[in-house]
């Protein structure tokens, strides 16, 4: 007797599409590119390429491996978190900030969603021959003023010096340590189906007023850099939710870059109510003008937590209930299928892929 063969169904086009794109991400990171592009620096697809394929690749170790905002390293009594950054924002002044400030918060938020104490902080310029004074003066006092709203101290620094030209004036490199009070580690292989996604208040508004800042274009809007320290925020939240899972500050690539990060790693769907993401009036007509996606936009005193779905409504009421927080928001939620991908569900009732960029669509944003 012989058996008959039971063919197995074909494939639908959706599941050949998400089969496209799982096997493409599986592939090995190589950097084809023979040259530094600016979406090299973007935190998109081109960063995430340089970063795997070449950093990683380098320095490959295990405290580096999660590739979170900051490194968990051993000390005798604490756990210390340190982390680094650099700022080249064009133009170093705009509307609610400055290169000083940014810096400063960078760091300190950068310590904060790692769930660490800041405390202190290295400085390092890199300035052009023939930068004004005043405009150094300016930024160091504005720097002094947020580390001490912060909490933190500059306890060491470096400043070099480049021929005219060749730096656009003022960068600035910092390192952040943290101390590391609570027992967990919040990083995105704990995220399960079940939990929810918030954030912490409007999006996009520190990208949208850089690119306005600049007056390459003929567009006028009522917005200013959202730039602040997050850690009291962040205490507030793990104070009240002791299950947050992963938090990350929603710097380049904004927020839709975030969540591709965490449903790759944790190997999760997270769905997105495109009707629940906070977004002023102002950046979202200055969005639509540019042809922009504010989901992508860069912001600098916001961010993103993935919590334990039973605690999701205290977790939203503590963050609204601090006054950084009080325009947060639950926008999505952590589901198992299709793994990997972020789903967004539209206004008009479909649902579409939220993938992460090549580049970014607004460079020199911090």
Do not use: W
């Not at 960078?106 to 930068?131: H, K, M, Q, W």
């Not at 004004?132 to 470096?158: K, N, Q, W, Y």
């Not at 390192?175 to 208040?201: C, E, I, M």
């Amino acid at each position: 007797m012989t058996a008959e063969r039971i063919a197995a169904p074909a494939p639908t086009r959706e599941q050949q599409v998400l089969d496209r794109i799982e096997r493409a991400r599986r592939r090995k990171a190589v950097v084809r590119e023979e040259r530094i592009t600016l979406a090299h620096g973007a935190g998109g697809k081109a960063t995430q390429t340089l970063v795997e394929g070449l950093f990683v690749e380098a320095f490959r170790n295990p405290r580096l491996a999660p590739l979170d905002d900051g490194a968990i390293l051993p000390a005798t009594g604490d756990r210390l978190v340190l982390t680094t950054d650099s700022y080249v924002v064009s133009p170093l002044f705009f509307p609610g900030g400055d290169i000083g400030d940014l810096a400063v918060n960078g760091t300190v938020n950068d310590l904060a969603v790692s769930g660490a104490r800041p405390r202190y902080l290295s400085a390092g310029f890199i300035l052009e021959e023939g930068f004004p004074v005043p405009d150094l003066a300016r930024i160091v006092a504005s720097m002094a003023a947020a580390a001490r709203r912060a909490g933190v101290e500059v306890v060491t620094g470096d400043t070099k010096v480049v021929q005219r030209g060749k730096a656009d004036g003022c960068y600035i490199n910092t390192a952040g340590v943290g101390l590391l009070d609570r027992p967990h580690t919040y990083t995105a292989t704990a995220v399960r189906p079940g939990d929810a996604v918030l954030v912490s208040g409007p999006i996009g508004e520190h990208g949208v007023t850089i690119m306005l800042a600049r007056g390459e274009l003929d567009i006028e809007a009522d917005v200013a850099s959202d730039t602040a320290p997050l850690h009291e925020l962040v205490a507030t939240l793990l104070d009240t939710a002791p299950g947050v899972r992963l938090m990350r500050d929603a710097t380049r690539g904004g927020v839709a870059t975030i969540l591709n990060e965490v449903a790759r790693a944790a190997g999760v769907a997270v769905v997105v109510d495109d009707a629940a993401v906070p977004v002023r009036p102002a950046v979202n007509g200055a969005c639509e003008m540019l042809g922009i996606d504010p989901l992508y936009v860069a912001c600098e005193g916001r961010f993103v937590a993935v919590v334990d779905g039973d605690e999701a409504e205290a977790a939203l009421a503590a963050l609204r209930g601090h006054p950084l927080g009080e325009g947060a928001a639950l926008i999505g939620r952590i589901g198992a299928d299709p793994p990997g991908l972020v789903l967004l569900k539209t206004a008009f009732g479909g649902t579409r892929i939220v993938d992460t960029l090549v580049g970014d669509p607004l460079p020199r944003i911090c």
